[in-house]
């Protein structure tokens, strides 16, 4: 059965569909020992020998699903022209070839999800499927009712409109409000995956971020998980969100005593 190139290194863990088009472009993968640039290639991959920079492309093989908290201060990446520091040092032991589902900036910290399985990937990715990323940002001023109006309903960044966003302003206690009078904490929902959006969003209202952290993707959340720590989703935890978006498949009822938390889909 022949298949896109760029769909077989996805599966095999290689690197997202999008990633994997320009390795295939570079010259980095051949076929039965020809180097392969076009786009659009395909092989069966029960049949050829497929390499990427000259190691066989296992095309079977266990799916992992990680969920990181991501400091500040790393690159969502799996390697950095510059040298910075990538989300793939803070994963010790994990041996199989994963890679960040989406990104977080350097100086934005939260949930991120790496994994090898590349169809959930490439599906979390597409903003068609709508998958909610809830944000927690402390930002510089107090946004008005107008302010957070305009975020609900789009705002132009880059040339173009965001969808409409759900903006909640977080209370906070009389002690941290005297402490940080001329800033505010907003609650995000999202389901663009734009580079910086939330940053221009706020930006684009005078309300720049101090700081954000992603807390929530689709219905995973763990507010347990600390800082820099990470650890395999739980069965239960997968399933939903292959059932967020459009995977469905027979499974066992997760276990109640699973660790992590699941909010209802949206």
Partial sequence: MLVRLQKILSAAGIASRRAAEKLIVEGR?????????????????????????????????RHRY??????????TTRSDPQGRPTVMHLLKGVREYVYPVGRLDYDSEGLLILTNDGDLAARLTHPRHEVDRVYEARVLGV???HDLER??????????????????????????????????????????????????MLEAIGHPVRELRRIRIGPLVDPSLKSGAFRELTEGEVQHLKQAVGIHRKSQIPNPKSQGSLIPNP
Avoid: M, W
Avoid at 33 to 59: H, S
Avoid at 151 to 177: C, M, Q, W, Y
């Fill in 29 to 61: 993968v051949s076929v039965n020992g020809q180097v392969v640039r076009e786009l659009g290639t395909r092989a069966d991959p029960d049949r050829d020998e497929i390499r990427f920079d000259d190691r066989r492309v296992k095309t079977t093989q």
């Fill in 66 to 75: 990680v969920l990181l908290n991501k400091p500040r201060g790393y690159v």
């Fill in 143 to 145: 946004p008005d009712h």
């Fill in 151 to 200: 975020l609900r309903k789009g705002v132009t960044i880059d040339g173009r409109r965001t969808s409409p966003a759900e903006i909640t302003l977080v209370p906070e206690g009389p002690a941290l409000r005297r402490e940080r009078a001329s800033q505010a904490r907003l609650r995000i929902t999202i389901h663009e995956g734009r580079t910086r959006q939330v940053r221009k």
